[in-house]
């Protein structure tokens, strides 16, 4: 059965800083994972999507990297702005089901 | 293009009233999907459908839940009777095939 952990479950961090959220899964066999971000009340929205025969989407000041053999993927944002506070979901979809399988997410706080 | 669109955006009910959650898909979007989300959790899915077909509705307390996707297009989503423990924001997804997911803003259940 697929596990998707995010870790830590919350960060705070200054303004401009760069930094990394991390997800692990615990089958390798994914056909996707895709990151999402959901503001406090709201739905979520979609961010990257990376196949699972790529190994790195790019989206602005967001890069998700993808390394299937260890089970991992990592978000980098660069240049935090007080604006991407919120929280990061990723979510993996194992095989051709359409079924994605959520972490508990990270709430981001980026303080002025 | 409008995105996913749900309604109602909140609902109270009282316990073992029934509720139910409409739903419309992006324009051209075969694939349809139903999470729920609690609290500091991440979403899980109910049911998934392609077209006017439910492919996956495993997770989906048949009890008391229901759903139906006339047409292929718009969604409905019902619980009779809900309880307290049904209190969770409904989530609905749209996808072409097993595509990157589009989210609605969701509808949060308050049962008391």
């Known amino acids: 059965k697929q596990e998707v952990t995010q870790i830590p479950a919350a960060l705070s961090v200054p303004e401009g800083e760069n930094l990394v959220l991390n997800c692990s899964f615990t089958?390798?066999?994914?056909?996707?994972l895709q990151w999402f971000r959901q503001d406090p009340g709201k739905g979520l929205t979609s961010l990257l999507l990376?196949?699972?025969?790529?190994r790195e989407q790019t989206s602005g000041r967001l890069n998700a990297s993808l390394d299937k053999s260890s089970g991992r993927s990592t978000l980098y944002i660069a240049a935090s702005q007080p604006g991407d506070s919120a929280t990061y979901l990723c979510?993996?979809?194992?095989?051709?089901?359409?079924?994605?399988?959520f972490g508990q997410g990270t709430t981001l706080q980026v303080k002025p | 293009e409008a995105g996913v669109v749900q309604s109602p955006r909140y609902k109270i009910i009282e316990k073992k009233q029934p509720v139910a959650f409409w739903c419309n898909p992006i324009?051209?979007?075969?694939?349809l999907y139903w999470y729920l989300q609690n609290l500091g959790q991440g979403p899980e899915l109910l049911i998934r459908?392609?077209?006017?077909?439910?492919?996956?509705d495993s997770q989906l307390p048949k009890d008391r839940f229901s759903a139906e996707r006339l047409k292929g297009v718009d969604s409905t989503l019902k619980i009779q009777p809900a309880e307290l423990g049904d209190s969770a924001v409904y989530l609905c997804?749209?996808?072409?095939?097993?595509?990157?997911?589009?989210f609605g803003p969701g509808t949060r259940l308050t049962v008391t």
């Open positions: 459908y392609e077209n006017e077909e439910a492919v996956d």
């Open positions: 979510a993996v979809r194992s095989g051709n089901t359409g079924k994605l399988i």
């Open positions: 089958d390798s066999a994914i056909y996707n």
């Open positions: 997804a749209s996808s072409l095939v097993s595509d990157e997911q589009y």
């Open positions: 324009s051209g979007h075969n694939t």
């Open positions: 990376i196949q699972s025969s790529q």
